[in-house]
């Protein structure tokens, strides 16, 4: 069963609520090494069907699982699975989507085969099997979400998603390249030596540019493609859907679901809040609201293509809703009146007509799943799943009969979805739903907010610059091999311009009249321009654009207090992940013996190089707002990928999330700085 903790991820992942001691460090001993060494092998060239000198081979092949069904904890499952795989579910080409409902039912018995192995022999063997003769799409998204819920692969990583599928992140030409480099055996490339194999090795660079790179004077949207195409961002989003997948039923899992909305309601509107000071950057400003019927959609354009050769279909700008379509349009009417009348009215209505009043503690969690239409929706056959009919109405393929010619657009994939600028088109209708929400809920009073004693003095941040700098990423997976022997010794590089800051320090000067404990969230918004607004309407109108930065408990002292944070030190980021083939020969080192192998219990996060948004050369204004608070007495959790955290109770963005009132701005215990941040041509600079 899920663990209990589960739902609690839901702070971490979502930048929300944060813990010191995410970065503690184990020293792995044997038993961990040889099941990180086995389960990250498997990950190994997932697009062949099979590598006959790799260790797994041998045992998939002559594994039954019809004939070791005691081995599993629920026989059904693994019956349900059989008479899906017989009835040939899972072939291996077929690509794959979350949003078709036949192929995520499929999926879900292939995760639960996983699940309800009794050990971990028999998940690896199962896994091992797996790897040969199911879906690879299937395979490796099952594969994901078991590794990161059995409790024997507690703390293995797995390869970063851009390393597994890195046709889904980067440029077919930039496979295409690769898979030259390959057949050539490097004939006419530039080769680096850098000497990551025992014995030597060669690894081939090939430089990769962005999708709008020759878009953005056409569709404006597309200077940011830097942000678009980022592999870490999209990446954090592939783990975000895996680590809480909308298929999981509590009913079923012991998981928790009192946060479970409001987690994917906060998540989302972190990422709004981001992209939105993104766009402020390059001059784009609000998003516009858009008529279902009449609206302008923003086009998608890129060079991605599917392994078996198809590309990921375009959206022009000027489209309309194909025919086949229309029904769609009518389902979302529907579901938007049912929406907005629950908010309005303030309840819900179960599955027998009985109501259920929404402006309660759990009301944002219930509004939560009804959108998602996750498997805890309150009345799924009432309300649907509002963001599973939106992204299929954008999902521009053509019509087909048989699953074999599915082509998944960019928003049926989560690994391609913060591509598309039309993802955040959607996102900012679904999030104004909860917008209406949290504006009809009772705002903080001032004796809520304030916090007697206790007084920001000062707060200071060094310059803020950022810059783009190269970043290599292990694409090995975009080419095929002979063996498994060959392709430890190939390392095929994409080199990437990405965006980065130089690190900061924030310093606060607090004055206290009693030694306390406190917590201090730090936020980033648009700027304030005096000339248009009051503090108050400034802040009414964009109190859901400001960006968590950090969150940190601090122990103040009777008297002045001069608190310094790193931005480095954020609570919620993470540094990029040691590539592929690095990790790898760590873990082959340290299970021959050679050398300890030490491991994080936090294997992933928001990527640290886009805490701040691009600026401008000459410095783009924008606003920084701090709060401190009482800590309170909470709960520490742990759970997989994002490590420890601590929950003290509070609603996720708190204080901004729900409008604010004018005292806002006259309690000691807040605090606003201007700040400027700029954007350096000099990449070396900072090096």
């Not at 292939?110 to 797996?130: E, G, I, N, P």
């Not at 259920?356 to 309150?378: A, C, H, K, Q």
Request: aromatic share 22%.
């Amino acid at each position: 069963m899920l663990r209990l903790s589960l739902v609690l991820v839901l702070s971490a992942v979502c930048l929300s609520q944060g813990y010191q001691g995410y970065k503690n460090v184990r020293t792995a001993d044997m038993d961990f090494l040889h099941k990180q060494k086995k389960l990250f092998e498997l990950m190994f060239y997932v697009d062949q069907q099979a590598l006959t000198d790799a260790e797994y081979f041998e045992i998939g092949r002559n594994y039954d699982i019809g004939s070791n069904m005691e081995y599993y904890t629920d026989k059904t499952v693994v019956q349900d699975f059989l008479y899906r795989y017989k009835e040939k579910k899972f072939e291996r080409g077929v690509l794959f989507s979350y949003y078709n409902i036949e192929m995520m039912e499929d999926m879900m018995s292939l995760y639960r085969l996983f699940y309800t192995a009794k050990d971990f022999q028999t998940f690896y063997k199962t896994a091992c099997w797996a790897r040969l003769y199911v879906n690879k799409y299937m395979f490796v998204n099952a594969y994901y979400t078991a590794v990161i819920y059995r409790s024997d692969c507690r703390y293995v990583r797995l390869p970063a998603p851009y390393e597994v599928f890195p046709y889904l992140y980067f440029d077919s030409r930039i496979i295409q390249e690769a898979q030259k480099v390959k057949m050539s055996r490097g004939g006419n490339y530039k080769n680096y030596d850098i000497g990551m194999k025992r014995g030597s090795s060669d690894t081939y660079m090939i430089y990769s540019n962005y999708t709008g790179s020759c878009k953005e004077c056409y569709y404006p949207e597309y200077r940011m493609s830097y942000f678009f195409d980022d592999i870490g961002l999209n990446s954090y989003y592939y783990y975000f859907r895996m680590v809480f997948p909308f298929w999981v039923n509590t009913k079923y899992y012991e998981v928790p679901k009192q946060f479970r909305g409001e987690f994917y309601y906060f998540f989302h509107k972190q990422l709004m809040a981001r992209y939105y000071l993104e766009r402020l950057s390059n001059d784009l400003g609000r998003m516009k609201p858009f008529d279902w019927y009449k609206g302008k959609f923003p086009g998608f354009y890129s060079n991605l293509m599917y392994p078996n050769g198809v590309a990921v279909p375009k959206r022009d700008e000027w489209y309309n809703v194909p025919p086949y379509k229309l029904d769609y349009l009518k389902q979302i009417d529907l579901k938007e009146n049912r929406i907005y009348e629950a908010i309005d009215y303030g309840f819900v209505v179960d599955e027998t007509g009985k109501q259920y009043n929404i402006y309660t503690p759990e009301g944002l969690n219930i509004l939560g799943n009804m959108i998602e239409g996750n498997f805890d929706s309150f009345n799924y056959k009432y309300y649907g799943s509002y963001e599973y009919l939106i992204r299929n109405l954008f999902d521009y393929n053509t019509k087909y009969t048989c699953k074999r010619d599915y082509i998944p657009s960019s928003l049926m994939t989560f690994s391609t979805s913060m591509r598309d600028p039309m993802f955040y088109k959607l996102y900012d209708r679904i999030l104004y739903f909860f917008q209406r929400y949290k504006e009809n809920l009772k705002h903080y009073s001032y004796n809520e907010l304030y916090y007697p004693g206790v007084k920001i003095e000062s707060f200071h941040v060094d310059k803020l610059t950022t810059f783009f700098d190269y970043y290599d990423a292990t694409i090995n997976n975009a080419v095929a091999v002979e063996n498994f022997k060959e392709g430890y010794a190939i390392n095929m590089k994409a080199r990437q311009l990405r965006l980065n800051y130089k690190p900061f320090t924030y310093r606060f000067g607090i004055n206290s009249d009693k030694d306390t404990k406190v917590m201090v969230k730090i936020f980033l918004g648009p700027a304030y321009f005096s000339e248009k607004y009051d503090e108050y309407t400034y802040f009414r109108r964009n109190y859901m654009n400001f960006f968590e930065l950090d969150r940190f408990e601090y122990h103040l002292k009777t008297g002045m207090n001069n608190v310094e944070r790193k931005s480095t030190e954020s609570t919620f980021t993470a540094d990029d992940y040691t590539s592929f083939e690095t990790y790898y020969r760590k873990i082959v080192k340290a299970a021959e013996g050679n050398e300890p192998f030490t491991y994080s219990e936090k294997l992933f996060g928001f990527p640290d190089r886009l805490l701040l948004p691009k600026g401008k050369r000459e410095g783009m204004p924008y606003r920084l707002f701090c709060y401190v608070y009482p800590f309170e007495e909470g709960k520490e959790y742990e759970f997989p990928i994002f490590g420890k955290f601590y929950y003290d109770g509070k609603a996720f963005g708190y204080p901004l999330d729900r409008p604010v009132k004018p005292w806002f701005f006259s309690m000691p215990n807040a605090y606003f700085k201007d700040v400027m941040i700029y954007h350096s041509k000099e990449m070396s600079e900072y090096y």
